[in-house]
């Protein structure tokens, strides 16, 4: 019904940047947020950065000064920039949203929380 779907993982050296995406797809009628978590062999999926749809956002500590997120409605996209990469940011890296889908139903309308497939980060020299 909808979907998530990232890219621009991949290898860094540390100090380096890397850019990614994602891209929603199906019946949408609007996403409230949209947000990156990222999680490393055995332990949680953590957030990374989130952003509103009038374009509020915040920061793990972690990335704060580094990470910049961003989206473009438009395209319903988001975008997660990232600077100063270290080799602790090497992690998978998910996209998830809350999304509003049109129904056929009386209620015209349903909330739903998706998430993408995910997207390897490695920072290594």
């Known amino acids: 019904q909808v979907q998530l779907v990232e890219s621009g993982g991949g290898l860094v050296q540390p100090g380096g940047s890397l850019t990614l995406a994602c891209a929603a797809s199906?019946?949408?009628?609007?996403?409230?947020?949209m947000a990156w978590y990222r999680q490393t062999p055995g332990n949680e999926r953590v957030l990374v950065a989130i952003i509103a749809h009038v374009g509020d956002s915040r920061y793990a500590d972690a990335v704060k000064g580094r990470f910049t997120i961003t989206r473009d409605n438009a395209k319903n996209t988001a975008y997660l920039q990232m600077n100063s990469l270290e080799a602790e940011d090497t992690a998978g890296y998910y996209c998830?949203?809350?999304?509003?889908?049109?129904?056929?139903?009386?209620?015209?309308?349903?909330?739903?929380?998706?998430w993408g497939q995910g997207t390897l980060v490695t920072v290594s020299s």
């Open positions: 998830n949203g809350k999304v509003v889908v049109e129904t056929t139903d009386e209620q015209g309308y349903k909330a739903l929380e998706v």
């Open positions: 199906g019946s949408i009628a609007s996403i409230p947020t």
